[in-house]
């Protein structure tokens, strides 16, 4: 019998609901599908993008508006379209970021704003944004900076920084104190022209000098009318169905059930039905944990569990109650009732500011989470330990009560409840006069992140005294269940609140909670430390309440509740001198030219493009091995399933099967064996994405594992597994310097990688074209000529043949230089087999388990100096984990070496790079190009020299860094060097020496929470690598006057294309809006060089130029009378050639490294941070309070731009420097697979206050109108948030009696924050020793 004769419900339903006011009927819909899938492929909306797939980006973020009959209100709900079942949405209207408006009809305000105020860079995650704020303010029109803020923790970008996003919807909010555009003439604030948005920024600016990099008075004022209305269809059928539903799919049936007595009889009928509410667990186990739920049952709208009481003894919740009710609902008693009834309340809204995102939490409900009985669930333990009643119910036995005590949760992922019952509700008690509730939590990162530990305690004392009558401990991530530290609980009972209590506690708890070296998760000591720390946060925080005995003032830090003021800055640049010709847009902050496109969904990623007849889609085969034989390779199941076409292997490769970015070292498909996991093996070919993966998971590889599995760059020395040469830069005489130096340090230093994530995930798109082996690669790459090159060469055809063709991609970070290439050479190939159009875009976990990232760096330093802080000699040896193939990683290392003197001149250096082979993905370019891990390892050791001559790190940079006329260790002489300038500005725009007193003064005064501050100046060399030093242009003119221009450099959203039209609008002396530049592409432009390294305005600007450059000569013989339009109508009839080609070469750049003779670089940019940090000693969070940051980038072509970049980068270093963990276990498989685990950083992460000048008077003479490149050089700044953290763990260590120089490795992770403050409590649970047990993850 199938599930959909099982159920005894009768026969199959229409799903019904609208779109952006259109209604859709399905008679066939598939449950499996999430709304996501069925808006992009069922109705072409491509609006929402996939960014993740598991709720974790936003990217999806579409408005989902229901009636509610009984409150006779539409509620307007955020929700993630990628886990919302399609099924889930029957009876709802949804608005998706196409329906709110577009550059066609009429934009919506909230489309506009982000656009104008530089907010989308590469535009990917901007619908999702739209979406989030569009729904804040159909719920608030004038919501306040925190609502604005908070609505914003589910999504994520990695371009902007956010501050631009921030700050542009702040003119909606109260903060702004602006109509928001609702007056009718305008704005309220017009002619502030972003002020007060920028920030004050002070006197003692030139008047040159500006603070608006947009307009106020250019915002369209918001018009609710525009607002999509509500189907009234929908308000008449009072938003749910009287019968049952039944939708029945392939694979699932999802039932809707009329009644609440129906779910308990399919649930005794049918035990193994999974009830379906927020989906936001099981759209997560079925996309990413390979489990199957035949049969859904979907209670979620049904009233039985879905209401709020207030009883005596507290609220009673239906268990289908969404977490956002729940908290709205606690907020609302806080309010109302007494403050000690609502203790219990208050924690758990404190809790849920940092429970996922508000998408997350508008769908998911307090049964869904109980019941997953997830170990790090955050509400579990706060229900433990508060001794929540749960009413339960089933069709045999009626309801019955459950008390959620130490018995709930018998073992991982159960509970007492049958698999017949149903949980109905939950009794949230008020809290008595003497008893104290308070609730932690500590992740990775602080918003929209899962717990590491999180813990909830309870004490109820004897009345009038402080002598303990009940304690409840739990506790989440120390055991495969919440666990409730019972002992500890008994032992404490009749226990005085007094400071002898703590020991005891501490000791019983370790007992309680033991973790063995090995267990899965990790971070066992941190994990163990966090059970005492947050113990001795409850225990200081009731002694305060409890007023029996002060807690001392320097104590009161540990307890302190976390608070965040709205983010705040100012951006500060050079105007455009005062004859600048109107049209002539260069060196103004225009805004990005697609952006307004990608605010409304109508710009087109490579997945946007429509399907194209006959297209089918590929899943791919990859390696679960690390390093193994392949035996067998058995599709024989695969081919059996439905939809599939064929499958694809290393036997079907027409032209090489080598292949390989710089040299040939790879396989398009692996053959005999495989050196990573993750390497592509074979792909299938089906109808759908749906069936090509699932068919793809059934294809049989059987290997023999091989020896030596080298992971770790130790065990790549241990084998001596190196790819050659070893590169080294000497200079001077190290020997005698170490002589003559008064002090010697030595050590060593780790930081890891990082992953890209871009938000668009690889995708190509592949059209055989069947004449002569032709063949249209449409890709996010930013590497063109290497798309088409190796495709050819697996085709084995010439290169004529292939024409890859690039429009925009959703990010790259140097990820989609060379790495995008493996996808699109086996799409290639799979197209030739069956020579049909062939599609892939990865999932996020295949993305980030294929390819490689930025390469973890090993450092190990001597460094020699003077007591005076001179430092007279660097010998620094570099290991950088390549993964398993070569890729770019020997320019990487170089580009390393030649950074690792900082921003210093130092007269003797030896730099060795190794780079080494490993048996992982392959490591790559990424924005830095080894110079973050240079300057890590430079600033570190600098630090050091500092605190070992007892000398103010200030001080010791300032004696060591570079002037101008100074060699640098590659014999480079600096000209034209910004540096000093930059240092001074930025210390006394920041205030340095008042803040570095003030934050002493902070530290003295509190002995749980420490600030620190750092300021971090960087030099950056420009420059290609070798024959990359080149560029090309096209451009045509048309006969109407419009100009298309055509060049090497690919988008990704740092604005290349725009820039481009800049520089062709000045040299062409048109308006912008006359020129237009539509895609990349090889048959356009040949030969083009990868866009990266900061320098495609370089390059790409002067080929523009130049070929501006002749038309412009070419029309000149006509330019006496008339306009453009004339003299370009006058040339075409006088028969003048209007296309010309312009083409670029950097000169005077060659380097020889073995005899460090020549010039690597082309010219530097130069920079400086200073940022403060506070952390908490007691758990390793930390906040960025204070960024402040003078960055030169020459002649600004367009500060906005620029300044977005700058931003960008910063908050993707400081992601590199702090978050981000790559998480890889001993064999060599990547845990941290997507948002769930990776965190880059998120709105609430930036700095509270962050101010950027760009430098003013400092043109560049060596590149396009002497402007600078600018896209990477800014990410090292964010260094000094490391150092600033550094700098306030060593005054923790100081208040606990540890003097000197300490190692912390890169990121500075919360975990290694907390371990660095030693105190009593990372005393109590020393690490194991290494080697007595196997870890159960390594570090690369
Ligand atoms: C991106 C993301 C971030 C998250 N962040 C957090 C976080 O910070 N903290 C945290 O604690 N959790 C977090 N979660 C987990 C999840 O969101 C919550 O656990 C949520 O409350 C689950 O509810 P749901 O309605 O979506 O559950 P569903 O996925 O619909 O169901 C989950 C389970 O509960 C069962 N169930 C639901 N209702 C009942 C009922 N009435 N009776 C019996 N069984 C029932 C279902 O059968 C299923 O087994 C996150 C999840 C995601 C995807
Ligand atoms: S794609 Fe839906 S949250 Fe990332
Ligand atoms: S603009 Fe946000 S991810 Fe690119």
Redesign the pocket.
């Known amino acids: 019998m199938t599930e959909m004769e099982t159920t005894g419900v009768g026969a199959k339903s229409d799903l019904v609901f609208f779109v952006n006011g259109r209604k859709v009927v399905d008679q066939d819909v598939d449950p499996e599908m999430t709304l996501l899938t069925y808006l992009r492929k069922n109705l072409r909306l491509t609006g929402a993008k996939l960014g993740c797939g598991?709720?974790?980006c936003g990217a999806c973020t579409v408005m989902v508006s229901r009636y509610n009959p009984t409150q006779r209100k539409v509620f307007h709900l955020a929700v993630?379209a990628c886990?919302a079942p399609i099924c889930s949405l029957h009876g709802a209207a949804v608005t998706t970021v196409e329906g709110i408006g577009s550059t066609r009809t009429r934009l919506h305000p909230v489309q506009e704003r982000i656009a104008k105020a530089h907010g989308s860079q590469c535009g990917f995650c901007t619908p999702g944004i739209v979406m989030s704020v569009h729904t804040l303010l159909r719920n608030h029109p004038t919501p306040n900076m925190e609502q604005l803020e908070s609505t914003l923790q589910?999504n994520l970008c990695r371009c902007t920084g956010y501050r631009p996003i921030l700050e542009g919807y702040s003119s909606f909010t109260k903060f702004y104190g602006c109509c928001g555009g609702m007056v009718s003439n305008g704005c309220c604030r017009d002619g502030q022209n972003g002020q007060a948005a920028n920030g004050n920024i002070g006197n003692g600016w030139d008047e040159k000098v500006s603070k608006e990099l947009f307009q106020v008075s250019e915002f369209m004022p918001v018009d609710p009318t525009q607002d999509p209305i509500f189907p009234p269809e929908l308000m008449k059928a009072g938003g749910n169905d009287e019968t049952t539903l039944k939708f029945v799919g392939e694979r699932v049936t999802w039932i809707k059930p009329a009644t609440f007595k129906e779910v308990l009889e399919l649930k005794t009928k049918l035990a193994h039905a999974?009830?379906?509410?927020?989906?936001?667990?099981?759209?997560?186990?079925v996309k990413f944990k390979n489990c199957d739920y035949p049969l859904i049952i979907a209670?979620?709208h049904l009233p039985e569990?879905n209401f709020h009481r207030y009883t005596e003894h507290g609220i009673s919740f239906g268990?289908?109650c969404?977490?956002t009710y729940l908290n709205d609902t606690l907020a609302e008693a806080i309010d109302t009732l007494p403050e000690h009834q609502t203790r219990l309340f208050a924690a758990i809204v404190e809790m849920l500011r940092?429970?996922?995102?508000h998408q997350?939490?508008n769908?998911?409900?307090?049964?869904?989470?109980?019941?997953?009985a997830?170990p790090?669930?955050?509400?579990?333990p706060i229900f433990l330990s508060a001794g929540c009643t749960m009413t339960?119910m089933s069709h045999q036995v009626g309801s019955r009560l459950i008390k959620m005590d130490h018995t709930f949760f018998p073992g991982y992922r159960k509970t007492a409840?049958t698999p017949e019952?149903?949980?109905?509700s939950l009794d949230v008690p008020f809290t008595k006069g003497n008893e104290y509730f308070l609730a932690y939590k500590q992740?990775r990162r602080r918003d929209?992140?899962?717990?590491i530990v999180n813990a909830a305690f309870r004490v109820q004392f004897e009345e009038g005294t402080n002598v303990i009558q009940d304690i409840a401990l739990s506790f989440g991530g120390m055991a495969p269940t919440t666990v409730m530290a019972r002992n500890t609980a008994n032992r404490l009972i009749g226990w005085k609140w007094d400071n002898d209590l703590l020991p005891e506690a501490c000791s019983c708890l370790e007992d309680d909670l033991p973790l063995p070296p090995s267990v899965p998760g990790g971070m066992v000591e941190f994990h163990r430390t966090l059970t005492t720390s947050f113990f001795f946060k409850f225990f200081l925080s009731v002694q305060q309440k409890l007023s029996l005995k002060d807690v001392p003032p320097p104590y009161r830090s540990a307890y302190s509740l976390y608070h965040r003021e709205p983010s705040q800055g100012t951006q500060i640049y050079q105007e455009v001198p005062k004859g600048q010709a109107r049209d002539d847009a260069v060196g103004r902050p225009i805004m990005h030219l697609s952006a307004l496109k990608q605010a409304t969904g109508e710009a087109v990623y490579t997945d946007d493009m429509p399907h194209i007849q006959g297209e089918l889609y590929l899943g791919l085969v990859i390696s679960k091995k690390a390093h193994a034989k392949i035996v067998s390779i058995d599709p024989s199941e695969a081919l059996k399933m439905p939809g599939v076409e064929t499958f694809v292997s290393a036997e079907d490769v027409p032209g090489s099967n080598i292949t390989g970015p710089v040299v040939m070292d790879e396989e398009v498909f692996a053959t005999e064996k495989v050196t990573c996991v993750g390497k592509i093996v074979g792909a299938v070919l089906a109808d759908t994405q749906a069936h090509a993966q699932r068919a793809a998971k059934a294809v049989v590889v059987q290997y023999e594992d091989m020896e030596p599995k080298i992971i770790s760059v130790e065990d790549a020395i241990l084998h001596q597994s190196f790819f050659h040469p070893i590169s080294k830069i000497e200079k001077g005489n190290l020997e005698e310097a170490f002589e003559k130096a008064d002090q010697i340090i030595e050590g060593e230093l780790r930081i890891g990688g990082q992953e890209h994530f871009y938000l668009e995930t690889c995708a190509a798109i592949v059209v055989p074209h069947g004449e002569d082996g032709e063949m249209e690669i449409f890709c996010s790459t930013q590497n063109p000529t290497k798309t088409q090159m190796l495709a050819a060469k697996a085709q084995g055809v010439p290169a004529n043949r292939v024409v890859c063709r690039v429009k925009r991609m959703g990010g790259a970070f140097g990820g989609k230089e060379t790495q995008s290439c493996a996808i699109s050479s086996v799409c290639a190939v799979a197209a030739h087999k069956v020579q049909r159009p062939v599609r892939i875009m990865l999932d996020r976990d295949e993305d980030m388990v294929i390819t490689g990232t930025r390469h973890p760096f090993l450092g190990r330093y001597k460094v020699g100096f003077m007591s005076d802080g001179r430092v007279l000699a660097l010998d620094i040896t570099l290991y950088s984990n390549a993964g398993n193939s070569l890729d770019m990683s020997q320019y990487v290392m170089e580009s390393a070496l030649l950074r690792s003197d900082g921003a210093y001149t130092i007269p003797n250096v030896r730099a060795l790079g190794y780079v080494c082979r490993t048996n992982t993905a392959s490591n790559t370019s990424f924005r830095g190009f080894g110079a973050p891990q240079a300057i890590f390892f430079a600033e570190s050791w600098i630090s050091d020299v500092a605190i070992k001559c007892g000398i103010s790190q200030l001080k010791v940079r300032e004696i060591n860094m570079h002037r101008e006329g100074d060699v640098t260790h590659y014999n480079m002489t600096l000209e034209g060097c910004q540096l000093q300038r930059c240092w001074e500005e930025c210390l006394k725009q920041s205030d340095f020496l008042t803040r570095r007193r003030q934050v002493d003064g902070f530290n003295g005064e509190n002995r749980w929470k420490k600030r620190g501050l750092a300021a971090i100046p960087i030099k950056y060399g420009i420059v290609f690598i070798g024959t990359q030093n080149q560029a090309g242009a096209l451009v045509h003119v048309y006969t109407d006057g419009s100009v298309l221009v055509t060049h090497g450099g690919t988008e990704m959203g740092q604005g290349l294309h725009t820039k481009m039209v800049q520089v062709a609008g000045r040299v062409l002396k048109i308006p912008t809006s006359r020129i237009h530049i539509s895609e990349t592409s090889t048959n356009t432009v040949p030969n083009t060089s990868p866009t990266s390294a900061s320098i495609s305005s370089d390059l790409n600007g002067m080929a523009v130029k130049i070929a501006c450059e002749t038309i412009l000569q070419r029309l000149e013989p006509y330019m006496g009378k008339g306009s453009w339009d004339d003299w370009v109508r006058a040339a075409y009839l006088d028969r003048v050639g209007l296309s010309a080609t312009g083409f670029y070469r950097t000169p005077g750049i060659e380097y020889d490294m073995q005899k460090n003779e020549g010039r690597p670089f082309s010219y530097f940019c130069y920079g400086t941070a200073v940022s403060e940090v506070e952390i908490d000693c007691l758990t390793g969070d930390h906040t960025v309070l204070r960024t402040d940051i003078v960055m030169d980038v020459g002649s600004s072509l367009n500060p906005a731009i620029d300044i977005g970049q700058i931003e960008g980068a910063f908050v993707q270093g400081y992601g590199l420097f702090t978050l981000e963990e790559q998480v890889y276990s001993p064999d060599g498989v990547l845990y941290s697979r997507g948002?769930?685990m990776y965190k880059i950083p998120g709105f609430a992460d930036i700095p509270i206050h962050f101010n950027v000048s760009l430098l003013r008077g400092a043109p560049n003479d060596k590149a396009i109108f002497s402007s600078k490149g600018v896209g990477e050089p800014p990410l090292l700044l964010a260094s000094s948030v490391f150092f600033a953290i550094k700098d306030a763990i060593y005054s923790a260590r100081a208040d606990a009696g540890y003097k000197g120089t300490f190692r912390l490795d890169s990121p500075a992770t919360a975990e290694r924050i907390r371990m660095a403050c030693k105190d009593q409590f990372t005393a109590q649970f020393p690490a194991a020793e290494p080697g007595s047990f196997t870890p159960w993850a390594i570090k690369l």
Request: hydrophobic share 45%; proline share 3%.
């Open positions: 598991e709720g974790g993630n886990l589910g999974k009830l379906v509410v927020g989906n936001s667990e099981i759209g997560v186990e209670p979620g569990i268990a289908g969404t977490i940092w429970f996922a995102g997350i939490r769908v998911g409900c307090i049964g869904g989470n109980i019941l997953t997830s790090i669930s955050d509400l579990n339960v409840l019952e149903v949980m109905v992740a929209d992140d899962i717990a948002p769930g």
